[in-house]
């Protein structure tokens, strides 16, 4: 691939605009589309807007484009309706543009893992409604490819933190009080190891994966640092603002208390389980195929914090 060739971005969240900053390190043109037609990017990278589950976006988006990257995703409690035409609409825009297409997914579609480390070969068991729809959504791209329509890999991650994540259960809500010294509260049980995923290395297995025709018609775990348990990475949070650790646990009556009146949290309700058993994630078959590894945890950890005290709470 030449250096100046176009990909395309479908989403200005954390991942998008990282996937942004990787490509433009790499010397590639990059074109942003977002629903708003507003992200804070650099200098020569084109912001276009748009609905992306409209066909006439998607194809305009994705012209000329060699790889494009779905990032984008709706409000957590809109995706049953909102989701699949949105990447619909994405699908169809590599299509016109015969360009490759790689899909950001997370790992809902498994369900229940029960202590199992997560493979890329475990069945879809999701009983949940974003599982389910997540499931979906991952058969349908697969289908894509194999009908020969479009060239698709899949991306999977973990729950994920990093720079520019809010509103995620390893975001805002950890690194801002923590860098007050104010407690923070965590879902689940935060004594069980839970794997998180850096965005930077998001960023970079996303745009490896464009670039690999072997990695096609896969769906493939981006690496993640080490596993530890929700306190453990908070604690180490903590230890590099300076501030004494201050954790409390939010007990699942809670949460689902506070989903009677808040959307959101309803839909946490459903997914919570993820956080009340192990969850490993094995990411061996990136790994060894692309020779991939992850930021080590206490540098992502330390990286994070210095970009939200950089960006303080507005």
């Known amino acids: ?38 992200a804070d990017v650099p200098d020569g990278v084109e912001v276009e807007a748009g609905d992306a589950a409209d066909l006439e976006v998607t194809e305009k988006g994705c012209k000329g484009a060699a790889v494009v990257y779905s990032c984008a995703a709706p ?34 579609m498994y369900g229940e893992i029960k202590g199992k480390p997560v493979t890329e070969d475990l069945n879809f068991d999701a009983y949940t409604r974003k599982g389910m729809i997540r499931a979906r959504m991952a058969e349908e791209l697969m289908s894509v490819h194999q009908s020969g329509r479009v060239r698709v890999v899949s991306a999977r991650a973990s729950d994920f933190f990093g720079p520019r994540v809010l509103n995620a259960a390893m975001g805002d809500r950890v690194f801002y009080p923590a860098l007050a ?36 018609g896969k769906a493939w775990h981006i690496p993640s640092p080490e596993t530890v348990t929700p306190r453990e990475f908070i604690e180490r949070v903590f230890a590099v603002t300076g501030k004494k650790p201050r ?19 309803r ?10 058993e192990p969850f490993v994630v094995d990411h061996s078959r990136f790994e060894t195929a692309f020779g991939f590894k992850a930021t080590p945890l206490d540098e992502a950890i330390a990286q994070t914090v210095e970009w939200f005290r950089a960006h303080p709470k507005g």
């Open 75 to 108: 409000p957590y409690d809109k995706w049953p309706e909102l989701f699949p035409p949105l990447q619909n609409g994405i699908i169809v825009g590599a299509v016109h543009a015969g360009a490759k297409l790689v899909s950001m997914e997370n790992l809902y």
């Open 267 to 276: 839909e946490l309700h459903e997914m919570l389980y993820l956080w009340e």
């Open 247 to 265: 954790i409390q646990t939010a007990p699942r009556f809670m949460v689902k208390l506070m989903g009677a009146f808040l959307p959101v949290m």
């Open 181 to 216: 010294g104010k407690k923070v509260q965590v879902l689940g049980n935060p004594d069980l190891p839970h794997t998180m995923t850096y965005v930077p290395d998001i960023a970079q297995a996303l745009v490896i994966l464009g670039e690999k025709d072997e990695a096609l």
């Open 1 to 38: 691939m030449s250096e100046r060739e176009l990909h395309v971005i479908f989403g200005a969240g954390p991942v998008g605009l990282a996937v942004m900053d990787e490509l433009l390190a790499r010397g590639k043109q990059v074109r942003l589309v977002t629903h708003s037609g507003r």
